[in-house]
């Protein structure tokens, strides 16, 4: 059973950046497309954004991108999301989750289709 870590999360000021980090352990990730989700206080859990396997697609939600960046270092079994330009808007606490079909490249942006997921880490941004 593949389990998930994420860490890198905090309290920041608008403005500042994080980066937040998923490993993957007892299975590699390594053949496995990977996404972060975020969910605020009273709000459902959304889709920010994704990989595929290879790292040769990425995809983001549109209230991130041109901030956010994913990315993935397989020999070491991690995905990260470099989150710049933060403001209060992304509060919420961040998942990482992992598709169990090798090699798919089909992302998508809802919760179905990602079998694991991490326990989260808290992101807050302060004005």
């Known amino acids: 059973q593949l389990q998930l870590v994420e860490s890198g999360g905090g309290l920041v000021q608008a403005g500042d950046s994080l980066r937040l980090s998923c490993v993957g352990s007892?299975?590699?990730?390594?053949?496995?497309?990977v996404a972060w989700f975020r969910q605020a206080p009273g709000k459902e859990r959304e889709f920010v954004a994704a990989?595929?396997?290879?790292?040769?697609?990425?995809v983001y939600t549109d209230s991130v991108r041109g901030r956010f960046i994913i990315s993935r270092d397989n020999d070491k079994n991690t995905v990260y999301l470099e989150m710049n330009r933060l403001n209060p808007e992304d509060t919420a606490v961040y998942y990482c989750?992992?598709?169990?079909?090798?090699?798919?490249?089909?992302?998508?942006?809802?919760?179905?289709?990602?079998?694991?997921w991490g326990q989260g880490t808290q992101v807050t941004v302060s004005s």
């Open positions: 990989i595929t396997w290879s790292g040769q697609k990425t």
């Open positions: 989750t992992a598709d169990s079909r090798p090699g798919n490249t089909i992302i998508s942006r809802t919760r179905r289709g990602w079998d694991y």
């Open positions: 007892a299975r590699t990730i390594t053949d496995y497309a």
